[in-house]
């Protein structure tokens, strides 16, 4: 006799159809607009940049420079968008929610179907010691519900054919169905998908680090770009100083020439000139090691560029001072907004489910389940006919049980409470910290804006002074010293002046990076999708 003729292997494909059709739809359900608010920055599932929506005005990312010697145009927002597409660093965050993701589908596994098969063969004596061909198949699927159900379903056919003896070959079709059924620890969707709704909470929470991400990369890209604006303009006033300590060592030499002026004098003008020399020297070394910071953030080797590339920022930093609002509303904007003070909420909310996860353990285990079976006879392998009546049982009934001191669920469940406790006061830290902040940056932004002005002042100011100590000189009534320390001042104050016009406009980036809002206030739209 065959292993497996055509009817048993048709009947065999049938009933794993059938089963799989049954079972093919899950009763777990997602709300899908859960955490609908939450940000994805610019990412797709896999962590890639797709899109990024800007104002009109504002151009795109750096591209590839045409010449290698060709300096690379920069504005800040250019340098923002190319750092957002190549930064090593960004790249890694942007992974994480991809990652974090991963556990969702974890989570969600365990309420998959599984289904089962099994085909078997027995040929040589039974337990009546006669010669037999024994053939058995069976399929089954089961599931875990939400709801603290599983059920299943079992189908088989067995067959016996006998070699010798006046024994029939018999052939037996079999079915079961069975349901447990959770009434006390394990029931319902508020427990069992508590582990579902973790790992989607802990995704929405690599988003907010994502978006703390861009935002502190944001920050950096900016403050590295106006450092190197300040080291540029620091080039060019040095350079203009110089070039005025040339000519008043040649009006020197000159003086010395007609006699107005003793020839010690010459050293005192070329020693000022080798000063200025050596502080312009110092500012291109600054220049070039912000520049270097800058690229690094760019990441402009993949670009087609690389650590040698010459940069041209040339955007102004001399800007309007800004009209502020009252400090209460950034105070609510970031209480909204900050992604910290946010990932803090999320993970009270994952504890408040932990202990109703925790809780619930505490319970005794009260399961109710009901099988019901039956069985039909066929003389042959391939006759369907019943010959001795068909046998249908069922079985119910209750199983309890109960840990007698259960420690370890009482722990877990102390633990949660406490953790929970933990995590709502580290929120409440939280937010004082964020008043603290918001207020400290606007405090910052005044001083900043108060210090351009007075700056502004002096500059002015001393230009006036040397100008008068110049006059002096040019007719007798001043010294070559008093020249040269109102030019130093001079130069001092016009570096003063685009130092304090650079920290207004850092303070005015902290002030809107601690409030949540940098990214929004940058043209740079997030994406929920």
């Given at each position: 006799m065959e292993l497996l003729n055509k009817h048993n292997f048709h009947l065999f494909l049938r009933t794993m159809t059938a089963l799989g059709c049954l079972f093919a739809g899950s009763c777990m359900h997602r709300d899908e607009n859960q955490y609908k608010d939450l940000p994805a920055i610019l990412i797709n599932n896999k962590g890639q940049v797709t899109s990024v929506v800007m104002n009109k005005n504002i151009p795109g990312p750096a591209g590839i420079r045409p010449e290698s010697d060709s300096p690379l145009k920069l504005s800040v927002m250019s340098a923002i968008l190319t750092a957002i597409e190549n930064n090593v660093s960004f790249r890694i965050e942007r992974m994480k929610p991809a990652i974090m993701r991963q556990d969702e589908a974890i989570e969600k596994s365990v309420?998959?179907?599984?289904?089962?098969a099994a085909i078997s063969s027995f040929n040589g004596e039974d337990v009546q010691h006669m010669d037999a061909e024994l053939i058995s198949l069976s399929a089954g699927i089961g599931q875990k519900?939400?709801?603290?159900?599983?059920?299943?379903?079992?189908?088989?056919r067995k067959s016996a054919s006998y070699e010798q003896?006046?024994?029939?070959?018999?052939?037996?079709?079999t079915w079961e169905i069975g349901i447990d059924q959770a009434l006390m620890r394990g029931r319902g969707r508020e427990v069992n998908l508590v582990r579902l709704r973790q790992a989607e909470m802990d995704t929405a929470i690599s988003r907010y680090e994502l978006k703390a991400a861009a935002e502190f990369l944001v920050a950096q890209?900016?403050?590295a770009y106006w450092d190197c604006i300040?080291?540029?303009?620091?080039?060019?006033?040095?350079?203009?100083?110089?070039?005025?300590?040339?000519?008043e060592v040649e009006e020197v030499k000159e003086k010395i020439r007609v006699g107005m002026l003793p020839e010690t004098e010459l050293a005192s003008a070329e020693a000022e000139m080798a000063e200025r020399q050596e502080k312009l020297i110092d500012a291109k070394g600054t220049f070039a090691k912000s520049s270097l910071m800058l690229i690094r953030l760019l990441n402009l080797s993949e670009t087609g560029a690389g650590w040698d590339t010459e940069l041209d920022l040339y955007e102004d930093p001399e800007l309007p001072p800004v009209s502020l609002n009252r400090i209460d509303s950034y105070v609510e904007t970031?209480?909204?907004?900050?992604?910290?003070?946010?990932?803090?909420?999320?993970?009270v909310k994952k504890m408040e489910l932990e202990t109703v996860h925790t809780r619930n353990g505490l319970l005794?285990?009260?399961?109710?389940?009901?099988?019901l079976g039956g069985s039909g006879y066929a003389e042959s392998f391939t006759d369907n006919t019943d010959q001795d009546g068909r046998d249908q049982a069922y079985t119910l009934g209750i199983q309890f049980q109960f840990e007698l001191r259960n420690r370890g669920a009482a722990a877990r469940n102390k633990k949660a409470r406490f953790s929970l406790e933990t995590a709502k006061a580290a929120m409440l830290n939280m937010e004082q910290l964020v008043q603290v902040d918001v207020r400290s940056a606007f405090i910052d932004v005044e001083r900043a804006a108060e210090r351009v002005k007075a700056t502004?002042?002096?500059?002015i100011l001393w230009e006036k002074t040397l100008q008068n100590e110049q006059e002096k000189f040019r007719v007798g009534k001043s010294t070559l010293y008093l020249v040269s320390q109102a030019a130093r001042d001079m130069v001092a104050s016009q570096i003063a002046e685009v130092e304090s016009i650079i920290e207004y406009r850092k303070a005015l980036m902290n002030l809107y990076r601690i409030q949540g809002a940098i990214l929004s206030l940058k043209g740079i739209s997030v994406s929920n999708k």
């Open positions: 309420f998959d179907p599984v289904l089962s519900l939400p709801f603290g159900t599983e059920i299943f379903l079992e189908a088989g003896g006046d024994l029939t070959d018999l052939s037996e079709n890209v900016e403050a300040l080291a540029k303009r620091s080039i060019s006033i040095y350079e203009d100083s110089l070039a005025v300590a040339n000519r970031a209480l909204k907004e900050r992604s910290d003070l946010n990932q803090a909420r999320l993970l005794p285990k009260l399961d109710f389940f009901i099988n502004n002042a002096a500059r």
